[in-house]
């Protein structure tokens, strides 16, 4: 998805231009570098000066405050802090935040509803209690998700694999399992 | 409990929020105004710091303060939680200059963000005195204690010696001698450590996910020398634990200490390859497992002797044969538990701590005596059962272990099973093995302090000291309260993990259940018959909220005490102080233990010899099941635990370095969803008679007791390689 594509996902009714500069603290004011992106979070469009050092996972803590992006490793080994950038399932802290300069992210904190009504994914991992700590979970969540736009959502054997990037060590794999294979067909009705 | 039936099946209660990534972890605390720390640590075995050069760190644009052991004066360490302290180990890191193991903090930079902090931290060099230094069980330097000689109270850590075991083994037709290892591991819970510190005035707000607020307050207000009433801690979540957070860790008071001295809020997370060396790990052992039988297959006598691993400066105790004594009835049975001094941080809990190693050895021997004997391995375990307890000569309070062995096998098809390893395969040629172990795990319960709170507009609010890590502790309490007061669970608010409330102790060792649902129950109880004075003719169907309109009152509140049978009140007295104040589980009348029986099938590829575990079916024992949901998913998770304890795990040491080597998740290997097939689980849920009011047990920890040597015996089965360490690799098996 390029720049011009994505001005045209972020629909006006829905665009909210937020500008930080350096020296306003509201936002954590990331740093002095001068550097700025403009990228769209969640559906709401931010300009943001950014520290060419942090990664996307940090830009979105530290500095939007969305909290349910995790860290777990920092090395793209545990899948914890899964974002989805232009539709596409990315590791954040893999990421620099310039990167992600024109594009759009969306986090767990963006997946329900405009309404706040949960997507069939996230009820799915209720009913199937694919979690305990909750810790991983919006990154597995974030992962079936896009496990099953890409396809790979079709056989037990295929969840296991596509999924396996998300490590969830209270064990909760056959919930996770059982929940996708639950929502996939259902998503397809619900997603746009 | 009460009712004849087995609890509902209720959803999860916090799950709408996890869900949604909307649950408070404390790493996700971001008060205005923050400052980001970054670790420095010690790059050499063992030594002496010369000199800390932090000037170049200073010159980071964006540092604003380098703490180094300079900068702790009138710091105290708070000391080792088995030594009345609250802390994970004696060390505290940044007090004086010494150098006890690779890995140890020396500096701690603070900056205007996290990368500022991090690009300091890279900058901070130090110079060093280095001293010869042993980190494994063999290396030369390694101190052997025997611990029946140290300075630990006894009984509780003395050896066991029912009857006489070594004549009854030396008589004994059938025996097995056999030596088994474990690797060292970490807990890795996907959740890092982290510390928010806050002060306002003189008063300290910490945000730190952990399985005990009120040690680290206590503890923090010991080491920074103030008052425990200025100090509170918050963690109504953690991000998964398995005993790495049950105590205090050496960053805590230094953020602190940096949020005092810079004005301003500190946040420090960890990485993960820095936790590889300030939290315990579950330390190596060796077991050497003596067993003897008649030709009937009755076992006359079991010899379990075990070396581990513990630090130069703690001594983390040896408890694996309290459980293995409690196994199997073997009338004869002695121990020996032996501690190994090395130059590590003190090792410490991890799920099972002691009885994943030593089910793993003793059911492995199990399994080898069942093949000398040429008999059925749960056939021979079925036909060790004993009603009592052979070390104390007590009733256990419940012990429903033939149950669980006897419908795990129905469920797994055991029967269909040929004895003779590898005699079953598939059409492709894939070597197939059945396994099986069981386990047992102590039942201890602490102290525990419930409030309850009812309002006119339908308020249910339960505040009681356990704290939730995701094993389902707010399903439990909340449950164990809808059942006495006739409502749902979700209409149940559950406070948990914050010292403002009633002190809680540690939650850990599968105590909470035990711990906090009788309180919570008793809570309940007291709160009906509350009820029930202020509208005696009240009908079935009142509500609280209704009652309470009905009587023009706007709330009632009730509080409600538990202890452990046979505890003494000052079991409280030390909760308020943060320390350990759990008993079990030996009570005046009875002994108590969780029981479960694991069935495993594996595959073997015949060409590669990867092992792969397609199913596994898992029975427990764990009294009453109060919160069915969650107690199937922790189940589930134990033989997740298991699987990866069998196959993958270990933390990596190099004697020639020291510290461990695969300090993260791609090296340290867990289990990853594809190496998970089916898990299979189910409870007896009978309540245990004795233990406590609500008649349950402790379920979290004997899920992944017996799981690993399941896979062992399976993977014995298959290839006829009896493998006797952990984890089991392919190289074992080529
Ligand atoms: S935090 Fe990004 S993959 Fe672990
Ligand atoms: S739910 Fe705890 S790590 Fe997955």
Redesign the pocket.
């Known amino acids: 998805m390029n720049r011009n594509e994505l001005q045209e996902v972020v629909t006006p009714a829905q665009s909210i231009l937020v500008s930080t500069r350096p020296g306003e603290q509201s936002a954590g004011a990331p740093g002095s570098s001068g550097l700025s992106i403009d990228i769209v979070v969640n559906r709401q469009r931010r300009q943001l000066d950014v520290d060419p050092r942090a990664s996307l ?1 940090d830009l979105v803590r530290d500095h939007l405050h969305l909290m349910g992006t ?13 974002v989805h950038l232009d539709g596409r399932r990315v ?4 990421m620099l935040a310039l990167q992600a300069d024109g594009r759009e992210v969306t986090t767990i904190e963006g997946l329900a509803g405009p309404n706040g009504s949960l997507h069939v994914m996230q009820q799915a991992f209720i009913d199937h209690d694919a979690l305990q700590c909750g810790y991983c979970t919006p ?1 597995q969540i974030m992962s079936a998700v896009a496990c099953v736009r890409e396809g790979h959502a079709n056989s037990v054997a295929g969840i296991r694999e596509y999924m396996s ?1 998300n ?1 969830c060590r209270c064990g909760a794999y056959v919930g996770i399992v059982a929940a996708i294979q639950d929502a996939a067909p259902r998503m397809q009705g619900a997603e746009p | 409990m009460t009712g004849p039936g087995p609890f509902p099946d209720v959803a999860r209660v916090d799950a709408r929020d996890k869900v949604r990534g909307m649950t408070p972890y404390g790493a996700d605390n971001h008060p205005p105004n923050l400052a980001h720390a970054m670790l420095v640590t010690a790059q050499i075995g063992k030594g002496r710091l010369v000199k800390v050069d932090t000037d170049a760190a200073r010159a980071v644009a964006g540092v604003q303060l380098v703490l180094t052991h300079q900068d702790t004066e009138g710091l105290k360490a708070d000391g080792y939680l088995f030594a009345n302290g609250r802390s994970f180990q004696s060390v505290q890191p940044m007090i004086g200059t010494a150098i006890a193991y690779r890995g140890q903090p020396i500096a701690l930079v603070v900056a205007d963000s996290l990368e500022a902090a991090i690009e300091g931290a890279e900058q901070v060099s130090a110079e060093y005195v280095t001293a010869p230094f042993s980190v494994t069980l063999d290396s030369e330097g390694t101190e052997i204690l025997a611990q029946a000689d140290l300075p630990l109270p006894k009984p509780a850590f003395a050896d066991k010696n029912v009857g006489d075991a070594d004549a009854a083994l030396a008589a004994a037709p059938v025996t097995v001698d056999a030596v088994y290892d474990s690797a060292p591991q970490h807990q890795n819970p ?1 959740e890092l450590i982290a510390t928010v510190a806050s002060w306002d005035g003189d008063e300290l707000t910490v945000y730190e996910s952990t399985q005990h607020v009120e040690g680290i307050r206590q503890g923090l207000a010991f080491e920074l020398g103030i008052s425990p009433d200025k100090v509170r801690v918050i963690s109504p979540f953690c991000g998964g634990s398995f005993g790495q957070k049950n105590a205090m860790h050496a960053q805590t008071v230094l953020v602190a200490l940096a949020a005092r001295t810079l004005g301003r809020p500190v946040k420090l997370v960890v990485p993960r390859s820095q936790l590889f060396h300030n939290t315990s790990f579950r330390p190596p052992t060796r077991h050497r497992v003596r067993l003897g039988a008649d030709r009937a297959g009755k076992i006359v006598a079991a010899v379990h002797e075990i070396d581990q691993q513990t630090s130069r400066h703690d001594l983390f105790p040896s408890m694996a044969t309290d459980t293995s004594a409690r196994l199997h009835g073997i009338p004869n049975f002695r121990s020996r538990e032996r501690l190994r001094r090395t130059d590590v941080q003190t090792p410490g809990f991890m799920r099972a701590p002691w009885e994943h190693a030593a089910a793993f050895a003793f059911e492995s021997a199990i399994d080898e005596l069942a093949y000398a004997l040429d008999r059925d391995p749960v056939e021979l375990r079925l036909a060790n059962e004993l009603p009592y307890d052979v070390v104390t000569g007590k009733p256990f309070s419940s012990r429903h272990l033939s149950e669980c062995l006897r419908r795990g096998a129905e469920l797994f098809g055991w029967a269909r099973r040929r004895m003779a390893p590898r005699s079953m395969r598939e059409t492709d040629g894939t070597l197939v093995g059945w396994g099986v172990a069981t386990g047992a795990y102590p039942s201890v319960i602490s102290p525990s302090i419930a409030q309850l709170r009812v309002t006119d507009d339908g308020g249910i609010v339960l505040n009681v000291g356990v704290q939730e890590m995701g094993q389902g502790a707010r399903n439990a309490v909340a449950a164990a309260v809808a059942d006495v007061l006739k409502v749902r669970a979700d209409q149940v608010t559950t406070l948990l993990g914050d010292t403002k409330g009633p002190p809680p102790h540690l939650t850990a060792g599968s105590w909470g259940t035990a711990t906090a649902v009788p309180a919570a129950r008793q809570a309940a109880i007291d709160m009906r018959e509350a009820l029930r004075k202020l509208q005696p003719e009240a009908s079935n169907g009142a509500t609280p909220a209704g009652i309470l309109r009905h009587a023009k009152r706007p709330f009632l509140e009730v509080e409600a005490r538990h202890q452990a049978p046979g505890a003494p009140d000052a079991v409280f007295d030390r909760m308020k102080q943060g320390l350990l104040a759990y008993v079990g589980p030996e009570f005046p009348e009875f002994v108590s233990f969780s029981f479960i029986a694991h069935f495993v099938e594996v595959h073997v590829e015949p060409a590669t010899c990867r092992v792969r575990v397609p199913r596994v079916v898992t029975v427990a024992d764990c009294g009453r099941v109060v919160s069915p949901r969650t107690a199937a998913s922790q189940l589930r998770g134990g033989v997740v635990w298991g699987i990866g304890g069998a196959l993958r795990e270990a933390s990596e040491v190099d004697p020639r370095y020291g510290g461990f080597l695969n300090a993260d ?1 791609a090296e340290y290997l867990v289990p990853v969803n594809a190496d998970i097939g089916d898990i299979q689980v189910d409870f007896v849920d009978k309540p245990d008679p004795m233990l406590n009011n609500a008649g349950v047990k402790g379920l979290g920890e004997v899920a992944n007791v017996g799981p690993a040597a399941a896979v062992a015996n399976a993977v014995y089965h298959a290839t006829g390689r009896r493998v006797r360490h952990l984890p089991i690799r392919i190289e074992d098996l080529l």
Do not use: F, Y
């Not at chain 1, 590791?91 to 893999?94: A, H, I, K, M």
């Open positions: 996972l995790k860290k777990g490793c920092d090395h793209g080994q545990c899948g914890a802090c899964t590791v954040s802290c893999l990154g990037g490590l | 996907i998740l």
